[in-house]
Each structure stands twice: as C-alpha cells, then as structure tokens.
C-alpha cells in the first residue's frame, strides 16, 4: 500500500461488506461473539479492495482496546470492524461485531453478557 492514497469512503465501505456472507465466529461465542471474512476466501477481483478496506479502517479508525489487546477500530451503521493488526499485505481477516453486543468503556470494548 505505500505509496497509494486511499480513496475510499463510508458508501465505498459498506459497498463491500455488503458483498460477502460473513462468517460468524463459533469458537469465541461465549466469549467475544463477532463475524469475520477471510481475504483468501473471497473472490480474487476482491483481494485489492480488501486491502483498501484494511487501510481505511486503520486511516479512519480510532484506538481502543479489547482486553489487553490494542487495535484501531471503525464504526459503521450497527457495526464496528476490525483487524489484528499484522502489516496491511499481511492481513487476510476482516472481523465485525454488533455495536449493540458490546459498550466501549474506558476505551476498552466490553461485551454486554446476556
């Protein structure tokens, strides 16, 4: 990505979330319920646009923490995305969690346990 701006915006944003099925993440249901998508997964003539999405978030996203672990993190509609923070051409998964599952506290992302 050095070296390009990335033009991106919220509609480009949610253009592409929409595009793909995610996939809930059954191992951390009981502990930090999200969905994610998986770069390798998704149709190749995605793959570059996936990268701008990474950086978009990361440009645009703000920091906070969940647990000990910090991450800059984007909200969009009833959402907010995130990755685990590897270098950008290292990235190949895109997490999303319900805004309504978790409050932001002390800017550190609590789950609100049913």
Partial sequence: ???RTNILNDDQLRDF???????????YAKICPH????????HEK??????QVVNYIRENGFAANYKSRAGKYYILDDHYYWTMGAPIEETTVLNRAKLSDYSLIDNTWEWKVD
């Fill in 1 to 3: 990505m050095r070296g």
């Fill in 17 to 27: 979330i929409s595009s793909f099925t995610w996939t809930y993440a059954k191992t």
């Fill in 35 to 42: 969905e994610y998508i998986v770069k390798d997964k998704i």
């Fill in 46 to 51: 995605y793959h570059e646009r996936f990268i």
